[in-house]
């Protein structure tokens, strides 16, 4: 392997060249889904004198939120691009030199999105899933000399099939046998992320971020901003909103 300067410095340049047009692809990506979030009425309706809801129960906050995030980001990807050289090579088509180790860290990172938002989201609890998610994204690639992302994703393609197969229905989605297979894959894949990561702090937060950031989440949406969120029915979220109305807001509500 040449570790010379040089090629250092022009694999850097190919990066922010990549990254030039990823920022350009999530921009886009971004203002289609905010443009279409601007359906959803963002202010209280009224009807017979009766202003049914308020603005921060409107459905569009989230996404809005999300996609809004989505943006800055992008753009602040694009300013680095730019200042750093990337678009210039990437206008000059030094940066679409496309690897089949590139190509299947893309693919693979596709399929995990694709597995979670169609076979998990609708049907599996939305902590374990997310969970499930982000355990598999820096399981594949954080750290490590080369990525491996097979086994992640057969972890979560195993826990969308099982949920498709389990409980397609809609009737079905509140029933807890594929959050148990979730939580199972979750659980061995955390393990085997431990014992072959590479050893840093990064890889002892993985369990706190992989469960901590949709918790978090999920709960500001449903009780924060009253939101309608992922199966409500899920195995760990059932728990969490059974207890909150039942037992804290009671208390603070006396």
């Known amino acids: 392997m040449d570790n010379s300067p040089d090629t250092a410095a022009q694999e850097t340049r190919l990066l922010r060249a990549r990254d030039f047009w990823s920022a350009l692809a999530l921009i886009a990506l971004s203002l289609f889904f905010l443009w279409r979030t601007l359906d959803i009425p963002l202010g209280g309706s009224n009807g017979a ?71 998990l989201v609708p049907r599996v609890d939305f902590i374990l899933a997310s969970g499930l998610l982000i355990t598999a994204l820096i399981a594949s690639f954080h750290g490590r000399p080369a990525p491996r992302p097979l086994l992640p994703l057969l972890a979560i393609a195993v826990a969308a099939l099982s949920a498709l197969v389990m409980h397609f229905p809609q009737a079905e989605w509140a029933r807890h046998g594929d959050d148990w297979v979730a939580l199972a894959l979750l659980v061995a894949l955390t393990l085997w992320h431990q014992l072959t990561g590479v050893r840093d702090r990064a890889l002892r937060l993985t369990p706190v971020l992989a469960l901590g950031v949709p918790l978090l989440l ?37």
Not at 87 to 113: D, I, Y
Request: overall charge positive.
């Open 49 to 119: 004198g009766v202003n049914s809801a308020d603005w921060y129960t409107s459905a569009a906050i989230v996404p809005l939120g999300l996609f809004g995030a989505l943006l800055v980001l992008a753009c602040v990807l694009l300013s680095i691009s730019i200042r750093s050289g990337g678009a210039a090579q990437a206008l000059s088509a030094a940066g679409l030199g496309w690897s089949p180790r590139e190509l299947w860290r893309f693919a693979a990172v596709g399929l995990m999105l694709l597995c979670y938002i169609v076979g």
């Open 218 to 254: 999920i709960c500001a949406m449903a009780f924060g901003f009253r939101q309608n969120v992922p199966n409500r029915g899920g195995l760990i979220f059932a728990k969490i909103e059974y207890s909150y109305y039942v037992h804290l807001r009671p208390i603070w509500r006396s």
